[in-house]
Every structure is written in C-alpha cells, then in structure tokens.
C-alpha cells in the first residue's frame, strides 16, 4: 500500500508540468527554449541524484530517506509559493527532482521484493495503473485551481499568497500539503523491508563495476531514457501544440487533453495487466511501441478533431512501456538489483533531453517537425523487444515456474 502511495505522489508532482507548462509560458513571457528548460530543470535531476541515491539506501534506511525526501518536498514548495519566478520556479522544479530520484530508487526494489520478481513485471505495471491514474487527476486539478471563484476562495483565506496572474501557483501549495499528510503515513504505518540478496551491498562501489562491464546496463539505461523522453516530449508539448496549430486553449481543452493521455495510459495498463498474463513482455513491447509511431503522426499530421483523440492514444501504447523495460533490465542481471536500478533511474533524465531538444527545433524551425524528432526514441524501444534476452521472463498463464530464457 505504501509503495502504491508514493507511486502516486511521484506522478501527481511530476506530471502537472505537462498541464502548465503553456500557463507558465505566458506568465514569464517564455520562448520555447525557455519553456522547455522547466522539464529540463527537473529531470536533469535524476541524472545528478539517482547513483548517489543507491549509496544513500546502503547508509540509511528507507523510511529515513523517505522521510526526508518528503520533508524538503514541502519546504521546497513552500518556498517556491513565498518567492514565484521563473528563476525561483527552475531551481524548485530541481530540488524536487532530485526528491524524485531518491523515491524512485528506493521503492523500484521494494515493489520487486514485496510481489516476487517473476511477477515484477505485472506488479510494475499494476504500479503504473496507479501512476496514469493520478496523471489524470491533476491535470483537473489545475483546472479547478485555474477557475475564478477557486482562486476567489484561496485568495479570503490566504491573502496575497497566490498573485491573480499566477493562479497555477496554487498548485504548489496543494503539493506541499500532501507531502505533509505522506509524512504522516510513513510514521504511522508497518513499514515494508526489503531484504537485500544480492551479493554487494545496494550502494557498494563493487556493484556499480561490476554493472560497468555489463552491456545490459547501458542498453536498458538508454531504454529507460528513450521512453521518458518520449513520454515528457510529447507531455510537455501536447497542450503547446493543440494552441498554435488548432487553436484550443491550454487551461481548457489543451489540459483535458493531456488528463485524458494520462486516462488512456492509465487504461493501457490495465489491458497490458491481462496481455502480461498471456503474452512475452518483449512481444507487447513490440505491439506497443508500433502503436505510438502511428498514433504520434497522426496525431501532428491529421486534423483537429484526429488530434484531441489520437494524442490521448498515444497515451495508450505507451502504458506498458516503462514497466516493461524496467522489468527487463532487472531481470537481465543476476545481481546488484538495487545499483541497478539507481542506474536505470538516471535515465529519467531523457525526460530532461527530449523536451529541450523538442523546443530547441521548435524555435530554430517549428514544433511540429520537433515533435516527430519523437520518433527517435521510439525506434530504440520497438528495438528492445527484438534483441531483450532476460534471465527471468514475465510469467504467463500456463507457466508453473520461472521461465528461463534460451
């Protein structure tokens, strides 16, 4: 249950950016470039954290970590409220990705120990049900913030936190207060142990070589940082693009639009729960991975009305893509799965590369071409299901054991 909950946290902070994005444009008067360094600020953040967060866990238990991630969630939104700039804004969005690095770190291993790891990969995906599911929240979130009477109401009972032309900002506050109620959570419930087998210490500079000479590390890192590129690129930059080629606004159409990406991810999950069960994980990888490449040009090369249904398909294919991958590559190693998954956590930072780099063109050409720029990452992990070879594949129906790849 409590893995489940951060699961949930991690998401709902995460992916509001995606619905704001275009707000906080045109509160700072940004360019694309400009923008596009907010996701930038954030998950850069893994790349710098995600490695020394595997040293942390071996130093320290996980509801002290946990506990302190969550503590700086707060002070760190608090004063982001107190000191609203777009200067202010890139060093929170930071900070909180680095609190981001070290949760994910620690509860991967966790979610792995608590289900088995011959079902790592349907419990990860049961994971990323509850991940889609409050990406779809916020996004209405904000749109209720966003409304007049809302921020009428903020505004009596906490006068002059909020200004009248950052209403998003609200979001931050509501932020810090759930960190505050997780905080309370981790205090007061059983906490679950994660027994470490492996046969170096999560943190021990052993592990780290031992995985520096192991190939599959790299080809999974980069797996890893293929799929969060592409899942921010096109999050970050859906509502950016809905306003400037069809004229749909960004507070309205343009965040339902991304609530329902995240709806559909959220559906995708619970399909891909049942194809897990039936079929090879690299099989579904392949399906999934074939899907997006068509949902993503029809969706930048089809009409308006193609648009606000095919984005969200996108969201669809996608869903089973990081559970996948990420199941993959622990289970591709015999050991150091807690180092390993520091490692694969560092790819989070394509979720850094790929929106820059999608604004960067944007400017220098437009945003369409950008984003079928897309279709890179999407190529490597429609690769990954042809030349995958895990020690433990996913169990099927049928299968009374581990099944041992050839």
């Known amino acids: 249950m409590l893995v489940l909950l951060v699961f949930f946290v991690i998401s709902f902070i995460t992916n509001i950016l995606n619905s704001i994005i275009v707000a906080v444009k ?48 707060v002070l760190s939104c ?10 202010y804004f890139l060093g929170t969005l930071f900070v909180l990705g680095l609190c981001m690095a070290v ?14 790891e011959e079902h790592f990969a349907f419990n990860s995906v049961m994971a990323q049900v509850v991940f889609g599911g409050a990406s779809f929240l916020s996004p209405w979130l904000y749109m209720e913030l966003a409304k007049e009477q809302t921020y009428a109401f903020i505004s009596g009972v906490l ?25 309370g959570v981790i205090w007061f419930i059983p906490f679950p142990v994660v027994e470490k087998s492996d046969q170096a210490p999560v ?23 293929a799929y969060v590129g592409f899942e921010q690129g096109v999050g970050s930059w859906m509502a950016e693009y809905l306003q400037s080629y069809h004229g749909f606004a960004s507070k309205n159409t343009g965040a339902s639009t991304v ?38 040009l029809l969706s930048l090369y089809g009409p308006a009305s193609w648009a606000l249904m095919t984005f969200p398909a996108i969201g669809f294919a996608i869903s089973v893509m990081w559970s996948i991958i990420f199941s993959l590559g622990l289970n591709s190693v015999a050991h150091h799965h807690g180092a390993l998954s520091g490692i694969l956590c ?32 999407l190529a490597y992990i429609f690769s990954i299901g042809l030349w995958a070879k895990p020690l433990i594949r996913n169990k099927t129906i049928g299968q009374k054991d581990k099944a041992k790849s050839s």
């Open 159 to 183: 006068p002059n936190w909020i200004p009248v032309h950052l209403p998003w900002l609200s979001l931050y506050l509501f932020f810090a207060l759930l960190a505050l109620f997780i905080l």
């Open 103 to 116: 949760l994910q770190v620690i509860i991967n291993p966790m979610l792995r120990f608590a289900g088995g």
């Open 346 to 377: 560092t790819g989070i930072a394509g979720g850094a590369i790929w929106p820059l780099i999608v604004g960067l063109t944007g400017d220098w050409f437009n945003l369409q071409l950008a984003l079928t720029f897309l279709l890179i990452p």
């Open 78 to 87: 608090f004063l982001f409220v107190l000191n609203p700039s777009y200067g």
């Open 203 to 225: 943190g021990a500079l052993s592990a780290y070589r031992d995985l520096a000479r192991n190939r599959w590390a790299y080809l999974f890192f980069l797996g890893i940082f």
């Open 259 to 296: 609530s329902y990406f995240w709806a559909m991810l959220t559906v995708g999950s619970l399909i891909g729960l049942v194809l897990l069960k039936i079929w090879d994980s690299k099989k579904v990888l392949v399906l999934s991975s074939s899907g997006a490449m068509v949902f993503l």
């Open 26 to 73: 045109d509160s700072f008067d940004l360019s694309l470039s400009a923008a596009g360094l907010l996701p930038f600020s954030f998950f850069i953040a893994y790349a710098v954290m995600s490695i020394p967060a595997g040293f942390l866990t071996e130093r320290y238990s996980s509801r002290t970590l946990l506990t302190s991630a969550f503590l700086v969630i």
